[in-house]
């Protein structure tokens, strides 16, 4: 799967605040998320991203 920089994201589970998408701030190995609604930063794995991955938006 093919993910960059600056691209927004959709993901099946929501985050606590409520939100569900993200926007990918570093790729690799591992991925730094930002939600889009609260602005709190993750790191998540690549598996677990593609795993959880629903659509671009």
């Not at 991925?31 to 938006?57: A, T, Y």
């Amino acid at each position: 799967m093919e993910f960059q920089v600056g691209q927004i994201i959709k993901m099946k589970k929501p985050h606590p605040c409520g939100g569900n998408e993200w926007e990918i701030l570093r790729t690799g190995m591992d991925f730094r998320l930002k939600c889009r609604k609260c602005d709190h930063m993750i790191m998540v794995s690549r598996k677990n991203v593609e795993k959880s991955f629903k659509g671009f938006l």
